[in-house]
């Protein structure tokens, strides 16, 4: 219970939809009940449940995908979870800067610096390599200052 806020905050970065955000935590937690016997104690829940979380993501994600390519275009307007969002080049704030980096570099940052997992949890997260992890976070450090000049 204690970490649903920051499970809410990071699928809500993650969906940009405050309604698609919280099904991603309900989904999530489903997921972590029903899988409860494979956490181990003594490491990080917090990490294994946004694991939980950004794996949900990215399969509703591909659904998504799937589903549009099916559907055909000029048809999607009313298919949850198909981003139809303005993309204006105009940098105003760091939200919009932040949406304009590649999603690895976003979440990496997300991570990293507004989740407070060090390193070597995000790279757990992410099942990638610690280096990789400090690089990403760097690029996307880089690029947002040159977007934010």
């Not at 099916?70 to 198909?82: F, K, L, Q, R, Y």
């Not at 204006?88 to 939200?95: E, G, K, V, W």
Request: glycine content about 4%; aromatic content about 8%; some cysteine.
């Amino acid at each position: 219970m204690a970490l649903l806020p920051d499970l809410r905050a990071f699928s809500r970065f993650l969906c940009r939809e405050r309604v698609a955000a919280d099904d991603l935590v309900q989904n999530t937690a489903v997921v972590a009940l029903a899988k409860q016997i494979q956490f181990e104690p003594g490491t990080n829940l917090k990490a294994w449940l946004f694991t939980i979380a950004r794996s949900q993501f990215y399969s509703s994600l591909r659904s998504a995908r799937r589903l549009a390519a099916s559907v055909g275009p000029g048809e999607t307007e009313n298919i949850a979870g198909i981003d139809h969002a303005d993309r204006s080049s105009d940098l105003i704030d760091l939200s919009k800067a932040l949406w304009h980096l590649n999603p690895e570099y976003r979440e990496a940052l997300m991570l990293v610096g507004a989740c407070g997992f060090s390193y070597e949890e995000a790279s757990a997260v992410c099942a990638c390599e610690l280096g990789t992890m400090k690089a990403r976070v760097s690029r996307a450090r880089r690029r947002l200052a040159e977007a934010l000049a």
